[in-house]
Antibody, heavy 121, light 107 residues
Framework: QVRLVESGGGVVQPGGSLRLSCAAS????????MHWVRQAPGKGLEWVAF????????FYADSVKGRFTISRDTSNNTLYLQMNSLRAEDAAVYHC??????????????WGRGTLVTVSS | DIQMTQSPSSVSASVGDRVTITCRAS??????LAWYQQKPGTAPRLLIY???SLQSGVPSRFSGSGSGTHFTLTINSLQPEDSATYYC?????????FGPGTKVEIK
């Protein structure tokens, strides 16, 4: 079955960096677009970043553009999110999400449990 | 960006009731809309895609309808395990955006 397991979250000071990882299994990783979606404590869902299955296209929310970088390593079926210049408003649970891709539109059909990022001095 | 709104923000209903949640998009998105269910402490779960297609494994008491800018999620015969927050999401265009959520509680 599809499994997405995030890691790399933690406490970081404002202006600091973190690299999140997502180990994917149970599906053909190279066939699917992937996303990161975050949820601040007690708040709603916010899409953060997208990477095409080929790795060729990457899109970002305006709130993270220029600070976050999404990437993927097909040799070990891992999705990454490099987060630099972190701000208090970046504090959230970050979910690794698989795109359904088999139909038009971008739907999020499998989600990891998430990794918590806390930004605090 | 496409803005998504939902109503009501919360609803309390009894087991067996029918619950309807509305989602509106700030511009037309044809039928590219999804609904998710999220229970406390867990990841969201895809219920409906393409406005009305039921995701595999989702109970048939969940249904979706709508097109353009107006969409609804209906839960027929509400069950105790349906207590959760429900989000709509436009799947039409980047940046993909979610509604603010509707909390469904069981009386």
């Amino acid at each position: 079955q599809v499994r997405l397991v995030e890691s790399g979250g933690g406490v970081v000071q404002p202006g600091g960096s973190l690299r999140l990882s997502c180990a994917a299994s149970g599906f053909s990783f190279t066939d699917y677009n992937m996303h990161w979606v975050r949820q601040a404590p007690g708040k709603g869902l916010e899409w953060v970043a997208f990477i095409r299955n080929s790795g060729g296209d990457k899109f970002y929310a305006d709130s993270v553009k220029g600070r976050f970088t999404i990437s993927r390593d097909t040799s070990n079926n891992t999705l990454y999110l490099q987060m630099n210049s972190l701000r208090a408003e970046d504090a959230a649970v970050y979910h690794c999400v698989k795109d359904k891709i088999s139909v038009p539109g971008n739907y999020f059909d499998y989600w990891g449990r998430g990794t918590l990022v806390t930004v605090s001095s | 960006d496409i803005q998504m709104t939902q109503s009501p923000s919360s609803v309390s209903a009894s087991v067996g009731d029918r619950v309807t949640i509305t989602c509106r998009a700030s511009r037309g998105i044809t039928r590219w809309l999804a609904w998710y269910q999220q229970k406390p402490g867990t990841a969201p779960r895809l219920l409906i895609y393409e406005a009305s297609s039921l995701q595999s494994g989702v109970p048939s008491r969940f249904s979706g309808s709508g097109s353009g800018t107006h969409f609804t999620l209906t839960i027929n015969s509400l069950q105790p395990e349906d207590s959760a927050t429900y989000y709509c999401q436009q799947a039409d265009n980047y940046p993909w955006t979610f509604g603010p959520g509707t909390k469904v509680e069981i009386k």
